[in-house]
C-alpha cells in the first residue's frame, strides 16, 4: 500500500486545491475543507493550516482561536518536521519492536 507520507501529501494536496482558502495567520495558509473532522497544521514545505467545513458553525470565536493558535504553535515549534524524521527512524528500523515503542512515546 501508499506510504503514509505519500498519503499526507495527497491530502495536502487535496486541501490546497479544492479547500476553500481563509485569510493566512501569521504567513500561515488557513484553508477550510471537507476532508478533515477538525483543525490540523500539515505540510513542512507550504506549512497549512486545514479546518473543518464547519468550523465557523461548530465553534465560538474563543475556540477558533484557541484552535488557530495551537496549529500554528505546531507549525512554529517544528513538530511536523519532527514527526517526519521519526517516521524515516521508524522505517529505518521497521523491524525493531523498541522502535515501534519509542514513536509511540515520542508521538504522545
Not at 505519500?6 to 471537507?34: F, W
Not at 473543518?52 to 495551537?70: K, M, Q, S, V
Request: glycine residues 6%.
Amino acid at each position: 500500500g501508499e506510504h503514509l507520507g505519500a498519503k499526507l501529501a495527497q491530502l495536502h494536496r487535496a486541501l490546497l486545491c479544492q479547500g476553500t482558502e481563509l485569510d493566512p495567520v501569521e504567513g500561515i495558509d488557513v484553508v477550510m475543507s471537507d476532508a478533515v473532522d477538525g483543525p490540523v497544521a500539515v505540510g513542512l514545505l507550504r506549512r497549512t493550516i486545514a479546518v473543518p467545513a464547519d468550523f465557523f458553525a461548530r465553534y465560538n470565536r474563543h475556540e477558533r482561536e484557541l484552535a488557530i493558535a495551537h496549529e500554528v504553535a505546531h507549525h512554529r515549534a517544528g513538530d511536523l518536521w519532527a514527526n517526519a524524521a521519526a517516521l524515516v527512524v521508524l522505517a529505518a528500523q521497521w523491524f525493531n519492536p523498541l522502535a515501534w515503542a519509542a514513536h509511540r512515546a515520542f508521538r504522545f
